[in-house]
Nanobody, 122 residues
């Protein structure tokens, strides 16, 4: 299974980016999916998650009101719209199946892939 995140780049503070995550090798249409990020020297952290049907979304407090997660089950793709970006949003962003019980990756998931780099200049 591969999860390919894309859409990252260099943007000025206050700008926007839209990340995409396409899955191949298997479908994740029946799983909660999430975005996670890892800044240099820091642990990977939860950003957002979306339920199987898309009706429930959760966000880290640090991105609430600025980021929006969505999904297209038919295309096996998950998106993250990021607005009002801040320097502290700079990180490598990854998508992954997410836990239904908290802001964590799905238990045992390890195929993180390379992620996509987001750099916000202040």
């Amino acid at each position: 299974v591969q999860l390919q995140a894309s859409g990252g780049g260099l943007v000025q503070a206050g700008g926007s980016l839209r990340l995409s995550c396409a899955a191949s090798g298997r479908t994740f249409s029946s799983q909660t999916m999430g975005w996670f990020r890892q800044a240099p020297g820091k642990e990977r952290e939860f950003v957002a998650a979306i339920s199987t049907g898309g009706g429930t979304t959760t966000y880290a407090d640090s991105v609430k009101g600025r980021f929006t997660i969505s999904r297209n089950r038919a295309r096996n793709t998950v998106y993250l719209q990021m607005n009002s970006l801040k320097a502290e949003d700079t990180a490598v962003y990854y998508c992954a199946p997410a836990s239904d019980y908290g802001p964590y990756p799905y238990a045992g998931f390890s195929s993180w892939g390379q992620g996509t780099q987001v750099t916000v200049s202040s």
